[in-house]
């Protein structure tokens, strides 16, 4: 099976926050919100964009555990805090340059997307993605990402619009595409 990955066409984003509940039922969640949609600008305008956990390579957070409580599945899922393993320092909540991981203060505990690892690492698409009735966000195989990079390219060649920012995780197994909002492309909807 071909590796798939989650992509996000931030343009697509109608604001319908079907993402958000479908979240909810995914199995472990325990009925919580892992990830969020976002006002663009409210004054201005109505476009929203879903933020979730963009899974980095090299996670932040998992860097600043220092009870190793965060793992990374083999499909480079970044996990929720262990149960068994999380002192609640809170440390991954304030690494993330993303402000992506939640803290429960009743369970002492972390938690955040975890790109519905109980489905994807079976080839599932996570639950946000299977509901979206857009396709802001899609469960993609590596060649369909890459026809859509060649769909997309940027003037000045790029086909992302986030650059590589020191501060910033630089490499995420969640991929985002802004072309059509810094091309000033019509909304599909």
């Not at 004054?43 to 600043?64: E, F, G, K, Y």
């Not at 991981?101 to 690892?117: A, G, H, I, S, T």
Request: charged residues 20%.
């Amino acid at each position: 099976m071909a590796k798939q990955v989650l992509y996000i066409e931030m343009e697509n984003c109608i604001g319908c926050r079907s993402c958000l509940a479908a979240c909810t039922q995914c199995g472990g969640h325990d009925n919580r919100n892992r990830n969020y949609v976002m006002e663009v600008d409210p004054l201005h305008t109505r476009q929203t964009i879903p933020l979730m956990c963009l899974h980095c390579v090299n996670p932040a957070c998992a860097r600043s555990c220092p009870a190793q409580a965060i793992q990374i599945a083999d499909n480079g899922a970044v996990l929720s805090a262990l149960v068994e393993k999380c002192i609640g320092c809170q440390n991954c909540t304030i690494a993330c340059p993303y402000g992506i991981p939640k803290f429960d203060v009743e369970q002492n505990l972390m938690y955040k997307c975890d790109l519905c690892y109980d489905r994807t690492k079976d080839g599932i698409p996570p639950m946000c993605a299977s509901v979206c009735p857009t396709n802001t966000l899609q469960w993609i195989t590596e060649a369909e990402l890459e026809a859509k990079q060649d769909k997309h390219r940027l003037a000045n060649g790029k086909w992302m619009a986030s650059q590589m920012v020191d501060p910033l995780e630089s490499e995420t197994n969640v991929k985002i595409s802004l072309p059509g909002i810094l091309q000033g492309t019509q909304k599909l909807f």
